[in-house]
C-alpha cells in the first residue's frame, strides 16, 4: 500500500537522517514521494554530495537547498547570512516554493525545541516551517508561487520524556542537556524494517563520521546499541495541520 507523500525540512545535512530516516525510507519504498528540503549549507560545499548519498539511500530524490549558513560554520554557505540572520520573509518565500512545488501530503521537521540538542537553526528551522505549512494554504500569500496546497499532517521530530532518560546519555554530549515533550503527545515509529537504509544514509555524511558527531559515535557503536538509539523514531503532530489529519497516525 503507497503511503502518504512526505516532504521533510530540517536544518542541517544529516538531520534528514538521524531524525526521520526511517520514516523517509518507509514511505519512500511503498512508492510514495519523498523529498528533503535542508535549510542550511550550500551548492558546492563539501557536505552536499553527503547529502546526495544519504537522500539516495533514503529514496528522497535530488537535494532541495536554501543555502544559508549553518550558525557556527560560516564557510557553509559562502557569502550568504546564517540561517539565523536572514531575512524571514526570504526563507518563508523559499519554502513555500518547495512545498506548491512537491505538494506533499505531509511534512516533517524539527520540533520547537529543536531536538534533543536544542540546537538554534534546529528551533529556526522549526519555526519557518510551521509559517511555511500555514502560508503555503492560502491563496492570498505568494500567489506567484503557484497554486495553494494545504499540508494534511505536520509532524515534529522530537523525543519523549522516558525515552530523553533512556537515551539521552547516548545521544548528547557529556554535561549536555536534553529537550524532550510528553509522552502523551508523541506518536511512535519502529523503524527497524528500515534501519540498514536509516544508517546507511547516517553514515553517507562521511565528514560528519570523521570528526566524531553523532554519525560517528553510531558508527563506532556495536550493532544493539545502534538499534537501541535508531530503531524507534518519534513524532510529534502540530495542532495547525490538526484539522487536515486522518485518522491513523505515523504507526
Same mark, same amino acid.
Given at each position: 500500500?503507497?503511503?502518504p507523500?512526505?516532504?521533510?525540512?530540517?536544518?542541517?545535512?544529516?538531520?534528514?537522517?538521524?531524525?526521520?530516516?526511517?520514516?523517509?525510507?518507509? @514511505?519512500?519504498?511503498?512508492?510514495?514521494?519523498?523529498?528533503?528540503?535542508?535549510?542550511?549549507?550550500?551548492?558546492?560545499?563539501?557536505?552536499?554530495?553527503?547529502?546526495?548519498?544519504?537522500?539516495?539511500?533514503?529514496?528522497?530524490?535530488?537535494?532541495?537547498?536554501?543555502?544559508?549558513?549553518?550558525?557556527?560554520?560560516?564557510?557553509?554557505?559562502?557569502g550568504?547570512?546564517?540561517?539565523?540572520?536572514?531575512?524571514?520573509?526570504?526563507?518563508?518565500?523559499?519554502?513555500?516554493?518547495?512545498?506548491?512545488?512537491?505538494?506533499?501530503?505531509?511534512?516533517v521537521?524539527?520540533?520547537?525545541?529543536?531536538?534533543?540538542?536544542?540546537?538554534?537553526?534546529?528551533? @529556526?528551522?522549526?519555526?519557518?516551517?510551521?509559517?511555511a505549512?500555514?502560508?503555503?494554504s492560502?491563496?492570498?500569500?505568494?500567489?506567484?508561487?503557484?497554486?495553494?496546497?494545504?499540508?494534511?499532517?505536520?509532524?515534529?521530530?522530537?523525543?519523549?520524556?522516558?525515552?530523553?532518560?533512556?537515551?539521552?546519555?547516548?545521544?548528547?554530549?557529556?554535561?549536555?542537556?536534553?529537550?524532550?515533550?510528553?509522552?502523551?503527545?508523541?506518536?511512535?515509529?519502529?523503524?527497524?524494517?528500515?534501519?540498514?537504509?536509516?544508517?546507511a544514509a547516517?553514515?553517507?555524511?562521511?565528514?560528519?563520521?570523521?570528526?566524531?558527531?553523532?554519525?560517528?559515535?553510531?558508527?563506532?557503536?556495536?550493532?544493539?546499541?545502534?538499534?537501541?538509539?535508531?530503531?524507534?523514531?518519534?513524532?510529534?503532530?502540530?495542532?495547525?495541520?490538526?484539522?487536515?489529519?486522518?485518522?491513523?497516525?505515523?504507526?
Amino acid at each position: 500500500m503507497e503511503l502518504p507523500s512526505v516532504l521533510g525540512v530540517f536544518a542541517h545535512p544529516d538531520d534528514e537522517s538521524l531524525s526521520a530516516g526511517g520514516l523517509l525510507a518507509r @514511505h519512500a519504498e511503498s512508492g510514495a514521494r519523498t523529498a528533503v528540503v535542508t535549510a542550511t549549507w550550500a551548492e558546492g560545499t563539501h557536505r552536499i554530495p553527503e547529502l546526495t548519498r544519504a537522500l539516495g539511500e533514503l529514496g528522497a530524490g535530488r537535494p532541495r537547498l536554501l543555502g544559508w549558513a549553518d550558525a557556527k560554520v560560516p564557510d557553509s554557505a559562502p557569502g550568504r547570512a546564517r540561517l539565523l540572520d536572514c531575512p524571514l520573509e526570504e526563507s518563508v518565500t523559499q519554502l513555500v516554493c518547495h512545498l506548491r512545488e512537491f505538494r506533499p501530503e505531509w511534512v516533517v521537521t524539527h520540533d520547537a525545541y529543536g531536538g534533543l540538542t536544542g540546537h538554534p537553526d534546529h528551533r @529556526h528551522t522549526h519555526r519557518l516551517t510551521v509559517l511555511a505549512v500555514h502560508a503555503a494554504s492560502l491563496p492570498g500569500l505568494y500567489p506567484e508561487l503557484g497554486d495553494p496546497w494545504p499540508v494534511r499532517r505536520l509532524l515534529l521530530a522530537t523525543h519523549p520524556h522516558s525515552a530523553a532518560a533512556e537515551l539521552g546519555h547516548l545521544l548528547l554530549r557529556p554535561g549536555r542537556t536534553g529537550h524532550s515533550v510528553p509522552d502523551a503527545t508523541v506518536e511512535s515509529l519502529d523503524v527497524t524494517p528500515w534501519l540498514p537504509r536509516k544508517l546507511a544514509a547516517v553514515f553517507a555524511h562521511r565528514s560528519e563520521v570523521v570528526r566524531g558527531a553523532l554519525p560517528g559515535r553510531l558508527a563506532a557503536a556495536p550493532p544493539a546499541v545502534r538499534e537501541l538509539l535508531m530503531g524507534t523514531e518519534w513524532y510529534q503532530p502540530h495542532p495547525l495541520a490538526i484539522e487536515r489529519r486522518t485518522a491513523r497516525g505515523v504507526c
